[in-house]
């Protein structure tokens, strides 16, 4: 198979891995929402879906053409497997382990955080070893430039992800500091499993690195307390359709985020991002809040109970 940008892709025969079809697509390979991929193919993540649909001859579309509308860690490594099914197969689980470690901030492995790492900052213009003009384009340009330049240098990452240090080092070590606060007990979790929930709480100084927080709950509410600094979130998980497990659906929040602004007093007010946005967040725009953080969960835990599902990714 051969990649084309979206927009080409367009008019030909294809297959669409991680995103949405076009007028021309034959089969999805996609855990987003109403993607349209069959059930028998299902995975987590869509690389994992690709695996599946390689296994799965019976299922297999004539189309030479490989597609995504957007760029990132797993539609790449996703890519790259239907391109190189053979080389793909022999690293079947590290590919799986690199997607996941991009789209959920979780990882098997450290090889599949660091190869993730390295994506990650090939594709930040402000780390890139790539030249500027890659991204001195419109959006599309900028991701269709990306995955031409990744699924080549991608072969040689997989063989020796030490000769990219440079690129996934700086992340490791925020990563390996947020750890370290973990193992000393200065950040702790406490789950609450009938509400998919976990609040974790710690030192306010600097942000948690999220892998070290994800890998370490399933929860995918997150409420976080940093000090008397309050953030809660939805994780990527509940954005997507998973093969897995079922996350508890998305609330709507935005009542919840009024409602503290009026307890909070003047001087700042709560916003919450919307249960459309894949990691959405609930945080006060402002100084520091005059609730405290058990009023905050109080509160949140309520609006989490008595909340109709406003986010279905499997409806």
Do not use: C
């Amino acid at each position: 198979m051969r990649y084309l940008s979206y927009a080409a892709a367009s008019s030909e025969p294809n297959v669409i891995v991680d995103g949405t079809a076009n007028d021309r697509t034959l089969i999805t390979l996609s855990h987003w929402r109403r993607s349209g991929t069959p059930a028998d193919l299902m995975g987590d993540t869509s690389t994992a879906i690709v695996f599946n649909y390689l296994d799965r001859p019976d299922l297999h579309v004539t189309a030479d053409v490989v597609a995504n509308n957007h760029f990132d860690e797993d539609g790449l490594v996703g890519i790259y497997a239907l391109l190189e099914p053979d080389a793909a197969a022999s690293r079947r689980d590290l590919l799986i382990d690199v997607a996941q470690a991009g789209d959920f901030g979780v990882f098997g492995s450290r090889h599949a955080a660091r190869i993730a790492f390295a994506i990650s900052a090939h594709a930040n213009p402000a780390t890139s070893p790539f030249p500027r003009p890659l991204f001195d384009r419109s959006a599309p340009q900028v991701e269709e430039g990306l995955y031409r330049a990744l699924l080549d240098v991608l072969p040689r990452l997989f063989a020796d992800v030490d000769e990219y240090r440079s690129l996934w080092s700086p992340e490791e070590a925020a990563l390996t500091n947020t750890e370290h606060l973990f193992d000393a007990g200065q950040i702790t979790i406490e789950e609450q499993p009938e509400l998919d929930l976990a609040v974790v709480r710690g030192p306010s100084a600097g942000e948690w690195h999220p892998m070290a927080v994800h890998t370490r709950t399933t929860a995918t509410r997150l409420l976080l307390v940093h000090g008397a600094r309050v953030e809660f979130r939805y994780r990527y998980e509940s954005w997507v359709q998973m093969a897995s497990r079922r996350p508890a659906l998305r609330v709507d929040l935005t009542a919840l985020a009024g409602e503290l602004t009026r307890k909070d007093g003047a001087g700042g007010r709560w916003r919450f991002e919307g249960v459309e946005h894949i990691t959405p967040r609930m945080y006060r725009e402002g100084g520091a809040s005059i609730l405290t953080p058990e009023d905050i969960r109080r509160r949140l835990e309520a609006a989490l109970r008595a909340g109709a599902p406003a986010w279905n990714p499997y409806g």
